[in-house]
């Protein structure tokens, strides 16, 4: 881009009559009704190296530390300065360099969904839509500013393949509690899916369905009549596995009623799962519907013998699962029983919800119990005062709360 001569003899002249801060300002000015971003944030940059006693231009290293929050301040102002024009002018990869340093990605991530939501509706045509897609995709799923976001886009572009994929390579190695929102938009479209399906068969029957109807409502209106396959088995699987970190009560019995569904398909087109959910279908049954009030001391106890009966080597979901559930059922002395009689962690690889610290914390489950001494026992047992130190702690801070069971 060419500049008018005459701005640098403005820039003379304003220097000279006003100093340096009125001259530096006028040029931000300029720049930014230019809409020159990239160089706006350069001449902030300027401007809060001059304002802390510092030449114009350096290394970035070269801030003393008595200045070094002053300049902070002022860099992350220009940050925010250059990249939300940027964001909001579809230089999305560009404003992220900018914002992902002065801004919290969950503020990003509600501005590029509303960004990408008209693109997706326009079935992104053209290449400008696609490349803005790609570049919001790249900040909201592979840089986690907000997953539930990307697996969206990546539904509505790509399918329900890619979007199973795409949790698995980004999704799921975030904690649990970042896990969650894009897990429940899995089971949505999937439970949309299998009950648009459902409905579109029996009315290929003859049958009519109720508005609205679950897919056990759904099912039932086969009359014990044969079920084909409604969706993708692996598509089901995958997806119920992915739910196991979902908290919240309407995607835990959307996940139900899928597991539901998978319960009624032959058998031999089932792929079998890992321990305690080798028959993915019925163990997803139970684990998700005693979240919700069905069948909770059956599932119980299916869950407490897959935990005995499961090979140490295996690895640890099988205990896992159980001290999971216990836990969501408001069980946490059954929970905590359970969890310091798993295998210790180097008898078997953690699993999955060990690794995304989806489970209770052994201090936690005893301050919820009142099971003090049960723990401090196992970590006398195991070695681990670190988990002794912080129970002591915990008992003290509240006394009242952390009361064993009473008599």
Not at 381 to 406: K, M, S, Y
């Amino acid at each position: 881009m060419t500049t008018d001569s005459s701005c640098f003899d403005d820039l003379i002249h304003t220097c000279e009559a006003s100093g340096v801060d009125a001259m530096l300002d006028a040029l931000a000015a300029s720049l930014a009704e230019r809409k020159r971003w990239h160089a706006l944030f350069d001449a902030r940059i300027i401007q809060a190296r001059v304002a802390v006693g510092l030449p114009p231009v350096g290394m970035p290293g070269d801030v003393p530390a008595d200045r070094r929050d002053a300049f902070d301040a002022r860099s992350l102002a220009a940050c925010r300065e250059a990249g939300w024009p940027l964001l909001d002018g579809g230089q999305v990869a560009a404003g992220w360099m900018y914002l992902r340093a002065a801004v919290e990605p969950a503020e990003v991530a509600a501005r590029l969904a509303t960004l990408a939501r008209p693109l997706l509706a326009a079935a992104h045509d053209g290449e400008e839509a696609d490349r803005m897609l790609q570049e919001i995709l790249g900040v909201v799923l592979w840089d986690a500013a907000d997953p539930a976001v990307g697996i969206e886009i990546v539904l509505a572009t790509q399918g329900t393949c890619n979007a199973i994929t795409a949790y698995e390579q980004a999704v799921s190695r975030l904690p649990a509690g970042r896990q969650r929102s894009a897990a429940g938009v899995l089971v949505a479209h999937l439970h949309g899916e299998v009950t648009g399906n459902l409905v579109h068969d029996l009315e290929g029957r003859g049958i009519t369905t109720p508005s609205m109807a679950t897919i056990p409502a759904l099912l039932d209106a086969f009359a014990g009549g044969e079920i084909g396959l409604h969706v993708d088995i692996s598509h089901l699987q995958s997806v119920l596995r992915i739910a196991r970190v979902c908290t919240d009560e309407p995607t835990i019995r959307r996940a139900w009623e899928l597991a539901s569904y998978a319960c009624r398909l032959p058998a031999d087109l089932a792929y079998p799962g890992e321990p305690p959910f080798e028959d993915v279908g019925e163990a997803s049954r139970l684990f998700f519907g005693s979240q919700i009030g069905a069948d909770v001391e059956r599932a119980v106890r299916f869950f407490r013998t897959a935990a005995v009966r499961a090979d140490p080597g295996a690895g640890t979901l099988p205990g896992d699962v159980l001290v999971l559930l216990l836990s969501r059922l408001g069980r946490p002395a059954e929970a905590l029983h359970a969890a310091v009689s798993r295998p210790r962690d180097e008898e078997g690889m953690p699993s999955p919800l060990q690794a995304a610290g989806a489970l209770p914390s052994l201090v936690n489950l005893a301050a919820a119990s009142g099971e003090w001494e049960l723990l401090r026992k196992a970590c006398r047992d195991r070695g681990d005062e670190i988990t002794f130190a912080a129970t002591l702690v915990a008992e003290r801070q509240n006394p009242q709360r952390n009361r064993g069971p009473q008599a």
